[in-house]
T-cell receptor
Framework: EAGVTQFPSHSVIEKGQTVTLRCDPI?????LYWYRRVMGKEIKFLLH????????ESGMPNNRFLAERTGGTYSTLKVQPAELEDSGVYFC????????????FGSGTRLTVV | AQSVTQPDIHITVSEGASLELRCNYS??????LFWYVQSPGQGLQLLLK??????LVQGIKGFEAEFKRSQSSFNLRKPSVHWSDAAEYFC???????????FGAGTILRVKS
C-alpha cells in the first residue's frame, strides 16, 4: 500500500508570499491530521479532518493558515501571507476510522520563510 | 490537558549495549500510547503502540515498550543497539483512538562504535 505522500518536500519562500502544502493520505483513511515542528520545538498538532469535515482545528495558530480536504481525499494547507515564524517542518498523517493501526506519517514538508 | 515528558534530550550508547528511553504522560485514564522514530531526512515511522491488553508490547526493529499504569510511563527498550538505530525517538499519546496525538519533545539517540 502506498504511504502518506507530501509535497513539496522543501519550499523556500519570502515573507509575505503564499505557500500551499499538499498531503495525500493512505487510500481509505478517513482521518487526516496536520502537525508542525518548528526548529528546536516539539511536534505540535494543527488540525484533524474526518473525511472532508474539520473535526478539530484547535491547533491552527492564526487565520493566515487555511486547510481544506477536497472530497475527503487529499488535503492542502495554505499559509497566506507567510511570516518568518512559520518556518518549520509540516507533517501530515492519516489513520483509519476503526481502531487498529497507528497513525501513518508522511515525510514532511520543510518550509523556510526568508 | 494531556502532556508527554521525555526527560532525556540526548542519549549516547555504545553499539551492542542495551537502551531504555523514558516516557511519562499526564492523563487520567489510560491513553493510547505510541513510539515513533525519525531518521535523518525521513518521516516519522511507527515503532509500536499500546491500546490495551498485555502491557509489554513488541514493535519493529527489535524494540519493545512496557506500559506501567502506576508510574504513568511507557518506556522504550532494546536489548542490543545497532548503529542504524541512531535517530530521534518520539513518544506520543492520544486520548482516544483517532484523536490528535500529543508528542513528547523527543530523544536524540547517538550510537558510538
Amino acid at each position: 500500500e502506498a504511504g502518506v505522500t507530501q509535497f513539496p518536500s522543501h519550499s523556500v519562500i519570502e515573507k509575505g508570499q503564499t505557500v500551499t502544502l499538499r498531503c495525500d493520505p493512505i487510500s481509505g483513511h478517513d482521518n487526516l491530521y496536520w502537525y508542525r515542528r518548528v526548529m528546536g520545538k516539539e511536534i505540535k498538532f494543527l488540525l484533524h479532518f474526518v473525511k472532508e469535515s474539520k473535526q478539530d482545528e484547535s491547533g491552527m495558530p492564526n487565520n493566515r493558515f487555511l486547510a481544506e480536504r477536497t472530497g475527503g481525499t487529499y488535503s492542502t494547507l495554505k499559509v497566506q501571507p507567510a511570516e518568518l515564524e512559520d518556518s518549520g517542518v509540516y507533517f501530515c498523517a492519516s489513520s483509519q476510522r476503526s481502531r487498529g493501526g497507528g497513525y501513518t506519517f508522511g515525510s514532511g514538508t520543510r518550509l523556510t520563510v526568508v | 490537558a494531556q502532556s508527554v515528558t521525555q526527560p532525556d534530550i540526548h542519549i549516547t550508547v555504545s553499539e551492542g549495549a542495551s537502551l531504555e528511553l523514558r516516557c511519562n504522560y499526564s492523563y487520567g485514564a489510560t491513553p493510547y500510547l505510541f513510539w515513533y522514530v525519525q531518521s535523518p531526512g525521513q518521516g516519522l515511522q511507527l515503532l509500536l503502540k499500546y491500546f490495551s491488553g498485555d502491557t509489554l508490547v513488541q514493535g519493529i526493529k527489535g524494540f519493545e515498550a512496557e506500559f506501567k499504569r502506576s508510574q504513568s510511563s511507557f518506556n522504550l527498550r532494546k536489548p542490543s543497539v545497532h548503529w542504524s538505530d541512531a535517530a530521534e525517538y518520539f513518544c506520543a499519546v492520544a486520548k482516544e483512538y483517532g484523536n490528535k496525538l500529543v508528542f513528547g519533545a523527543g530523544t536524540i539517540l547517538r550510537v558510538k562504535s
